[in-house]
């Protein structure tokens, strides 16, 4: 089976411009995540989708940052403007509907804002 | 609030056990351990659950203290394999929300 698949896995761009990442979650899986990991803040959870219902958003660190699930098998996390500071690498992971809550991750998206 | 693991970093060598800890304020229901290898996604490695019973993988342990706020895992007989930095998860507003540690690096020598 096809895991969680993330694109682009790497992403270089100006400061100011507008960057999406993409999420495919694992089919079936019914609840979905995206985190933010970098050296001095670790692995910090943005937002938590379940049943394509945003849950709780309050990992979003301001409104330049917004996410959608407009299906069970896509989610976009888009910056707008982007900043140095977002630089990071961007994982989505995605859970299953009957299990222990066990979370899969994608590869990730390593962002570089210049 | 994001829960402390200890030690912060581990070296040893193949074939020796290892022990990392992970504690909370407050009492936990469910621990979930996963591990990243340099450059990759974190893995699942197991979940806890407050019964004591364990789902996940069968050369890894963990356990917990008598009040439910501390979880240990336990790394037996380490393989080159197990190198990597171990982060523990636990449940935030829901079950399925996880705050994770900061992590404990692992490093198993030959």
């Known amino acids: 089976d096809a895991g969680v698949i993330q694109s682009p896995r790497h992403e270089v761009t100006e400061m100011g411009q507008e960057v999406t990442l993409r999420c495919k979650p694992i089919s079936g899986h019914n609840s979905l995540f995206w985190y933010r990991q970098t050296m001095m803040r670790g692995l910090e959870l943005l937002i938590y989708f379940n049943n394509n219902v945003p849950i709780d958003d309050s990992g979003m660190p301001e409104d330049r940052f917004s996410a959608k699930m407009p299906n069970a098998s896509f989610s976009t996390l888009k910056i707008q403007p982007s900043e140095p500071r977002d630089s990071a690498v961007y994982f989505c992971?995605?859970?299953?509907?009957?299990?222990?809550?066990?979370?899969?991750f994608g590869p990730g998206t390593r962002l570089t804002v210049t | 609030q994001q829960p402390v693991q200890s030690p912060q970093a581990v070296i040893l060598r193949e074939g020796e056990d290892a022990v990392i800890n992970c504690s909370s304020s407050k009492a936990l229901y469910s621990v979930h351990w996963y591990r990243q290898k340099h450059g990759e996604a974190p893995v699942f490695l197991m979940i806890l659950l407050k019964g004591g019973e364990q789902k996940g993988h069968d050369k890894i342990s963990a356990s917990f203290n008598e009040k439910k706020q501390q979880s240990s895992l336990y790394l037996t007989a380490s393989q080159l394999s197990y190198s990597g930095t171990y982060f523990c998860?636990?449940?935030?507003?829901?079950?399925?929300?996880?705050?994770f540690g900061s992590g404990t690096q692992l490093t198993v020598l030959p």
């Open positions: 992971a995605s859970s299953p509907r009957t299990s222990g809550y066990e979370q899969y």
């Open positions: 998860g636990t449940p935030g507003g829901s079950a399925r929300q996880l705050t």
